[in-house]
């Protein structure tokens, strides 16, 4: 009656090691350690690198404890702070000889002292939020309306250039917010206008109505075209934040889209807001320029010249010099978009430029009269510009798309076309929320958190094993179980452990003991009513689940209605409380009735159970210990 099958203890087994493996890296703590990241998409990170900063700390009579290349970043992981900090000199002087010119970003981190053996089965710690382990928040307010607005006044100018182009006259062409107003003379011509809108501007909707003794065509963007031009800008400006904040060397920065139009931006272990604010809200140029191909141009190249007057010296990703003309042709607020491809020929990969109308009649212009010569795309960043690429130009380029190829992986034709694409906001962003926690405060809240955590399942397990005996302490063994499940889970799936996710921590203690009372007491009441021990305790966990289920399934809702609809330290809490929901539910019913059944469920003739005193309706009314 009360024994379960192989198969059974097997899962139990199963879940209790790889819930131990998979939360043990939580109990090592953590130690000082120096990250190496590459500080632009052109600097690649390999064994070479990882070789470069082992002789650095060779060199410096530094040992560390462990050093590993970890997919975009080096890591070296030392005993102390002032270790690290000597092996961060050592490693920052040999990779970036040149401190104007940085090619690594080297940072101080802290990482896990987990054993090489857990590590090797990704077994890793939860992250820390900002609340404990201090740093700085931001919540940005994207303008979409910008973005709409920019867009517009660049369909103004394309809308001018097609209708040239198909030689369509009009009185006039206006942008007036987000709309385009374009006037005509009379009806024919302002049909001939809507079919050249329609025909070549698929995201754009239009309406014609009489204005006087002329008439007018307003053209607008389509709501659909509106929200995903909404959407690109607020992802663009995720990327670009991205790329920023790899200055900064952040180990674990969470940045996300909050709402339709607002970004998130957590900096765990950064104190220095100024820096941060910096980082934020630079801003990035691209320009396009003639490279100087003459006698003195090729002779500077080669290093063997001065620079030519009207000419500058830059380098390129792969940090070879290019001479390159002050004249800039076009800048990237000629650019609409930049996206990766492949050659139609040669299947080779591409970075597909578009232009605006300016910039397509200035580089149709420019490409028609410069055969055979090669053209530079610079990106300006803090001042300082890098040629992101250098092609030689085939022929003349018309229509706005622009094809660079040659030499390129597709990796890097997706960086180029990243970059290009990301090295400027979409959208202006304004800075509406600041908060700094420094990292005594993130520590005092770690100590606050675990004790509460702790104190609460003492104080719950020294009750049950004082009201329910035995089955109190199983419970109390299932409620252990439970904890140790959670940690691990959050651990799998690397979630990042905030004050609200420890709250949740502690209340779903006490919520996960519930089943365990609803199975004891509804085991006490078959006892009252006569049965006998082994059958009172199959009828109180077949009984007690329906119950278990409906106020588990109830509470679950609500934690879920949480995780759809709160934000920031809301859905930070109704994570580890909807999980802590499931767990809960096979610690306290799976695992404590395969607990009961290992003991109890062996003896054949069972006269008693120890969960504390049974009132038995007989006719003294006494109470009776079992």
Known sequence: ????????????????????????????????????????????????????????LKAADIVADALSLDGTSIKARFGNTDVQLKAKDAVQKALNPDPAEPGFVVALNLLSRSPAWLTSLHASPMYLGLDLRGGVHFMLQVDVQAALSKRAESLTGDIRSMMREKNVRHSGISRNGMTVEVRFRDAATMEAGRRVVQDYFADLSTVEAPDGVEFKMVASIKP????????????????TLHNRINELGVAEPVIQQQGQDRIVVQLPGVQDTAKAKDILGRTATLEIRMLDEGSEGRAAEAGSGPVPFGSE???????????????VILTGDNLTDAQPGFDGQTQEPTVNLSLDAKGSRIFRDVTRDNIGKRMAILLFEKGKGEVVTAPVIRGEIGGGRVQI??????????DTSLLLRSGSLAAPMEIIE?????????????????????????????????YYMFFGLISSVSLAFNLLLLVAVLSMLQATLTLPGMAAMALVLGMAIDANVLINERVREELRNGASPQSAIHAGYDRAWATIIDSNVTTLIAGLALLAFGSGP???????HCLGILTSMFSGVFFSRGVVNLWYGRQKKLKSVSIGTVWRPDSNNQPTAN
């Open 224 to 239: 659909v075209a509106a929200r995903a031009l909404q959407d690109q800008a607020i992802k663009q400006n995720i990327t």
């Open 1 to 56: 009656m009360n024994r379960y099958p192989v198969w059974k203890y097997a899962i139990i087994l199963i879940a209790l090691v790889v819930g131990g493996l998979y939360a043990l890296p939580n109990f090592f703590g953590e130690s000082p350690a120096v990250q190496v990241s590459a500080a632009k998409t052109s600097v690649k990170l390999d064994a070479t690198v990882l070789a470069r900063v082992e002789e650095a």
């Open 405 to 414: 190829s040659g030499r390129m992986t597709v990796a890097e034709a997706a």
């Open 570 to 576: 809301v859905r930070g809490f109704a994570v580890v």
């Open 434 to 466: 600041e908060r700094t926690i420094g990292p005594s405060l993130g520590a005092e809240n770690i100590a606050k958190g675990f004790n509460s955590v702790t104190w609460g399942f003492v104080a719950v397990a020294i009750f049950m094993c004082i």
């Open 313 to 327: 010296r830059f380098l390129d990703r792969s940090g070879q010099v290019v001479i390159v003309k002050k004249q």
